[in-house]
């Protein structure tokens, strides 16, 4: 019988003892593959979504609130600021181009977004499908949304007010929807853009409308002065024209206008600061339980150690050498272990492929398949390591074990 072969028949011979020890260093990879893909993801999903943004404007407030709405299209902005104001910002020496962005509707949960055509050159080069938008209530959607609301070029839709669901539709304002853009792997993805004025319009209405109904409550002998209202933004996009601006245009913003400037690579990195506490956690939790797992095997292979005296003697005593004796308890520990790394890897893939299918319609939904990363490999390498390492001290004591004296006491 080969080494291999004699190591599984001790296992096997020790089924539950051994289950446990897989189980438990099984677990720990898992937990810690899954902190670090995720981690991954959506430090690379955020990434993408933010790529070619220097800076974003828009109301005082919070300034992690402003990206997280006007980047991410994942909260409820800020508010909204004057166009006026704006618009002398987007003619500043230092800002090379601004997008303003307008919020306030959504169709099924995904947001409509005033802007200007070239926001798409953020994510993709081309549509997929159709045009961009040339006049009011024309729409170019994402790739999600086409998916999920069985949307095609010339379908009409209305939106509803507000960010989320459930807000009243505007049923006499019909947007046409005239291009397609490409899966992107971006917020994109789940956008329905349209112009400024689209948003404008519809809103504008609606504010007569309030007006009107205010001014038929009043003495028919008043009559309420009837203005429009100054057009207003959510916020602006910005790419500096030099990285100086950098240093200079936020203060400016933030000290000597009624708008605030925020970083979203600052934002971002203050954001992964405040989860890195639970990720920590997490990661060490998982060498918690790998750390006692390699505790348990050490224990099992010492004791197994003094079980198997006299059949190391056997073995002994029928050729097999010091050596190879020795190297058949490392064997044992290495397929403890490589056990354990495949079951981890398992148990996080099919973790993932699980969470996938349950976010599937959320924003920054989760991918299928991963890639093997670095850091597991380095792992994995570590694990292996330290198994032999773990194995070295019982087949230290296999190598010295003398089979006269063994046998003598017998």
């Given at each position: 019988m080969n080494i291999i072969a004699l190591s599984?028949?001790?296992?096997?011979?020790?089924?539950?003892?051994?289950?446990?020890?897989?189980?438990?260093?099984?677990?720990?990879?898992?937990?810690?593959?899954?902190?670090?893909?995720?981690?991954?993801?959506?430090?690379?999903?955020?990434?993408?979504?933010?790529?070619?943004?220097?800076?974003?404007?828009?109301?005082?407030?919070?300034?992690?609130?402003?990206?997280?709405?006007?980047?991410?299209?994942?909260?409820?902005?800020?508010?909204?600021?004057?166009?006026?104001?704006a618009q002398t910002l987007m003619h500043h020496p230092q800002v090379k181009?601004?997008?303003?962005l307008a919020l306030g509707d959504n169709y099924?949960?995904?947001?409509?977004?005033?802007?200007?055509?070239?926001?798409?050159?953020?994510?993709?080069?081309?549509?997929?499908?159709?045009?961009?938008?040339?006049?009011?209530?024309?729409?170019?959607?994402?790739?999600?949304v086409a998916t999920s609301a069985n949307m095609n070029i010339g379908n009409l839709f209305a939106g509803s007010h507000g960010l989320i669901p459930g807000g009243n539709t505007h049923a006499d304002h019909?947007?046409?929807?005239?291009?397609?853009?490409?899966?992107?792997?971006?917020?994109?993805?789940?956008?329905?853009?349209?112009?400024?004025d689209s948003v404008w319009d519809i809103h504008e209405e609606e504010e007569h409308q309030e007006r009107a109904e205010m001014?038929?409550?009043?003495?028919?002998?008043?009559?309420?002065?009837?203005v429009s209202p100054q057009h207003e933004i959510t916020a602006l996009l910005?790419?500096?024209?030099?990285?100086?601006?950098?240093?200079?245009?936020?203060?400016?913003?933030?000290?000597?206008?009624?708008?605030?400037?925020?970083?979203?690579?600052?934002?971002?990195?203050?954001?992964?600061?405040?989860?890195?506490?639970?990720?920590?956690?997490?990661?060490?939790?998982?060498?918690g339980l790998m750390a006692f797992s390699l505790l348990s095997v050490w224990v099992a292979l010492t004791n197994t150690m003094r079980e198997r005296r006299y059949d190391i003697a056997l073995m002994r005593v029928l050729g097999a050498s010091r050596m190879r004796v020795s190297v058949q308890m490392i064997v044992e520990a290495l397929l403890l272990v490589v056990s354990g790394v495949v079951l981890g890897q398992l148990i996080a893939r099919i973790g993932l492929c699980v969470m996938a299918f349950w976010l599937r319609d959320?924003?920054?939904?989760?991918?299928?398949?991963?890639?093997?990363?670095?850091?597991?490999?380095?792992?994995?390498?570590?694990?292996?390591?330290?198994?032999?390492?773990?194995?070295l001290y019982p087949a230290i004591q296999s190598y010295r074990v003398e089979v006269a004296s063994l046998l003598r006491r017998t």
């Amino acid at each position: 019988m080969n080494i291999i072969a004699l190591s599984f028949a001790y296992l096997r011979y020790r089924f539950w003892n051994s289950f446990f020890n897989i189980m438990l260093l099984g677990l720990g990879i898992a937990t810690i593959t899954i902190v670090l893909l995720l981690s991954r993801h959506l430090e690379d999903r955020l990434d993408k979504d933010a790529a070619g943004i220097d800076l974003v404007v828009g109301a005082k407030g919070s300034p992690l609130q402003l990206i997280l709405s006007s980047v991410y299209h994942v909260d409820i902005p800020t508010g909204n600021i004057a166009l006026s104001e704006a618009q002398t910002l987007m003619h500043h020496p230092q800002v090379k181009l601004a997008i303003p962005l307008a919020l306030g509707d959504n169709y099924q949960g995904f947001r409509i977004v005033g802007t200007e055509p070239i926001f798409t050159s953020l994510y993709a080069s081309a549509l997929a499908a159709g045009r961009l938008w040339h006049k009011s209530m024309e729409v170019v959607i994402g790739a999600d949304v086409a998916t999920s609301a069985n949307m095609n070029i010339g379908n009409l839709f209305a939106g509803s007010h507000g960010l989320i669901p459930g807000g009243n539709t505007h049923a006499d304002h019909q947007y046409v929807v005239v291009g397609i853009m490409p899966k992107t792997g971006t917020v994109m993805d789940r956008l329905i853009l349209t112009s400024v004025d689209s948003v404008w319009d519809i809103h504008e209405e609606e504010e007569h409308q309030e007006r009107a109904e205010m001014a038929s409550h009043q003495h028919k002998h008043t009559m309420l002065e009837t203005v429009s209202p100054q057009h207003e933004i959510t916020a602006l996009l910005i790419k500096y024209r030099s990285p100086v601006a950098a240093m200079t245009l936020p203060r400016i913003i933030n000290q000597r206008t009624q708008m605030q400037a925020a970083s979203p690579a600052f934002e971002v990195t203050r954001l992964f600061h405040v989860l890195g506490i639970g990720k920590e956690v997490l990661k060490a939790m998982g060498y918690g339980l790998m750390a006692f797992s390699l505790l348990s095997v050490w224990v099992a292979l010492t004791n197994t150690m003094r079980e198997r005296r006299y059949d190391i003697a056997l073995m002994r005593v029928l050729g097999a050498s010091r050596m190879r004796v020795s190297v058949q308890m490392i064997v044992e520990a290495l397929l403890l272990v490589v056990s354990g790394v495949v079951l981890g890897q398992l148990i996080a893939r099919i973790g993932l492929c699980v969470m996938a299918f349950w976010l599937r319609d959320v924003q920054y939904g989760l991918p299928l398949l991963y890639p093997l990363q670095i850091e597991e490999i380095w792992l994995n390498l570590a694990l292996v390591v330290t198994a032999v390492m773990a194995a070295l001290y019982p087949a230290i004591q296999s190598y010295r074990v003398e089979v006269a004296s063994l046998l003598r006491r017998t």
